[in-house]
């Protein structure tokens, strides 16, 4: 079994946003011990490559299980309606392939202390 992940954000007009996002996926893929053999991003709107087509990519290099990631922090219609009906299309055409979307990041238990070490962080650095 090939397992991939692709990591959805939402999608900017400003360039560097989008490029911030794809460093992410980049720091992602190289911590990622074999849970996953393939990494990549896509983004809701605004910018390329859309949901449908980061499947696809994946799908391409041989991926026959997705997790897609939301990389959003509340479950606005973004998380509850659009990434489903756009993964839908793509499960639809590949029905071979499980693609299974994973709790969004503002669900993660981890997320309390990444805010606190955070603000730990950049009090350190401040001083």
Not at 86 to 96: K, Q
Not at 100 to 121: H, K, R, V, W
Request: proline residues 6%.
């Amino acid at each position: 079994m090939k397992k991939s992940l692709l990591l959805v954000a939402h999608g900017s007009r400003r360039a560097q946003s989008n490029d911030e996002v794809r460093a992410l996926t980049e720091r992602v893929r190289m911590s990622s011990s074999s849970e996953f053999t393939d990494i990549e991003c896509a983004f809701l709107e605004l910018s390329p490559p859309t949901i449908p087509d980061g499947l696809e990519q994946l799908i391409a290099r041989g991926a026959d299980h997705i997790t897609v990631l939301p990389y959003f922090l509340a479950a606005g219609r973004h998380v509850a309606e659009d990434i489903p009906e756009e993964v839908g299309v793509t499960r639809g055409a590949h029905p071979d392939v499980v693609i299974e979307i994973a709790p969004y990041l503002g669900t993660s238990e981890a997320m309390p202390q990444l805010l606190l070490n955070m603000l730990a962080d950049s009090t350190t650095a401040a001083l």
